[in-house]
Structure formats: structure tokens, C-alpha cells
């Protein structure tokens, strides 16, 4: 793929959402860290259910630790692996208490050193919650970029790489929300809704679909 056709999708995709933003519902990089967090192997619509009853009573570091184990454990357990989750969560806050005056912090490093945060949940507060120019490639991300042609890689992270360098410098802060979006709900993995897509015409997968 030319950067003239990858540049002519991201124009597409941005007029068609001016705006993108997570699907998660959070009120500070706190609640977007244990979001993220808990999102992994869970829906996010699951997520927010939980966080919507836990951020009333529980939504900065100290807090969390208030609840202890098993409180914390009551509100996320409709979500897969929720123990080992709220076991990293209560870490994860201790570590933010001791270490960086109970804030987020604004740095890669220092986020991937957290009990339950890799790169990908690393990247997603980096760019949601700090601006960053950073894209964190989950499955649906990997299959748009594989199947349009956009930035094809054999692993997450040689995808991302080559998102990096090639996604144009403008659309950068926001590719990681569009390509997301557009895996979720329109170029989904069984039966991709070609018919309705909005870079139909520049894709260049192969078996498209009539469907919308």
C-alpha cells in the first residue's frame, strides 16, 4: 500500500468520526489505567458495568486499598479472571502510592513496571489519557491492519512498529481509536461488513463482501 492510499483512508476515517475516543468510561488516568486493567479478555461494555458501581465508592489508589481484596473482589467479579485482576489492581495501587504520590504516571516505562500492565495496556493510557502518538494493538487493530493492507506484520508488535512509521504524522494521536472502532464494528473478523465501509474502495482485501 502507497502512503497516498494510506493517507486517503485516514482522511476517510477521520471525517467519518472527527472525534474518536475509547469505548471504556473513565473520569481520570486512574480510573482508565484500572479500566484497561480489567478490560483484558473482557468486553468493554462488561468493564464499564463494573467500574460504573466501583468508581462510586472506589476510584483513586487509596480508596481501592480501602476495599482490600475481597471488597474490590465484589464488584469486578462478573469479569473473566477477576482475581488475579484485583490482586494486580491493589499492587498496582499500592506501587502508585509509594512510589509516584498516588498518580498515573506519564511514562512507558514506569507504567509496564505495574502488576498487570503490558505494552498494549501501557499505550492505550499513554494515548488516551496523556495525548501520546502511541498505538496499542489488540486483536482488532491486528486484523485491520493485516487484512487492508494498512500495516501487515506477522506479531503485535511488528504491527505496531510499522503503524508507527507509517500511519501519517496528522493522524497519528487518534489511528489507534479508529482502526479499533473499525474492527469492532465494521471490518469484524467473521463476516466483515464491506459493503458498508467507508475505505471499501481503498482496502485492498482480497475476498470482500456484499455485506453491510
Not at 506501587?95 to 502488576?115: C, F, K, M, N, W
Not at 499505550?123 to 489519557?129: D, F
Request: charged share 25%.
Amino acid at each position: 500500500m502507497n502512503r497516498d492510499k494510506r493517507t486517503a483512508i485516514f482522511e476517510r476515517l477521520k471525517a467519518n468520526d472527527p472525534s474518536p475516543t475509547t469505548e471504556l468510561e473513565y473520569g481520570s488516568p486512574f480510573e482508565l489505567l484500572i479500566s484497561v486493567i480489567l478490560s483484558a479478555q473482557a468486553t468493554d461494555v462488561s468493564v464499564n458495568k463494573a467500574t460504573h458501581e466501583l468508581y462510586r465508592v472506589a476510584n483513586t489508589p487509596q480508596a481501592i486499598l480501602a476495599l482490600g481484596l475481597e471488597g474490590l473482589k465484589s464488584y469486578i467479579r462478573t469479569i473473566g479472571l477477576y482475581n488475579t485482576k484485583a490482586e494486580n489492581i491493589l499492587k498496582t495501587s499500592r506501587i502508585l502510592i509509594d512510589q509516584y504520590g498516588g498518580e498515573v504516571p506519564e511514562d512507558r516505562t514506569a507504567l509496564e513496571s505495574l502488576p498487570g500492565v503490558g505494552r498494549k495496556t501501557a499505550n492505550v493510557v499513554l494515548n488516551t489519557a496523556f495525548g501520546h502518538p502511541t498505538i496499542a494493538v489488540d486483536t482488532h487493530i491486528f486484523r485491520v491492519s493485516n487484512r487492508t493492507g494498512i500495516a501487515p506484520g506477522k506479531n503485535v508488535r511488528e504491527v505496531e512498529d510499522r503503524l508507527l512509521r507509517l500511519v501519517p504524522e496528522p493522524y497519528r494521536k487518534d489511528a489507534h481509536h479508529w482502526l479499533i472502532l473499525h474492527g469492532r464494528y465494521v471490518c469484524t473478523a467473521r463476516k466483515p461488513r464491506c459493503g458498508a465501509c467507508v475505505i471499501e474502495d481503498l482496502c485492498e482485501y482480497r475476498q470482500k463482501t456484499d455485506y453491510e
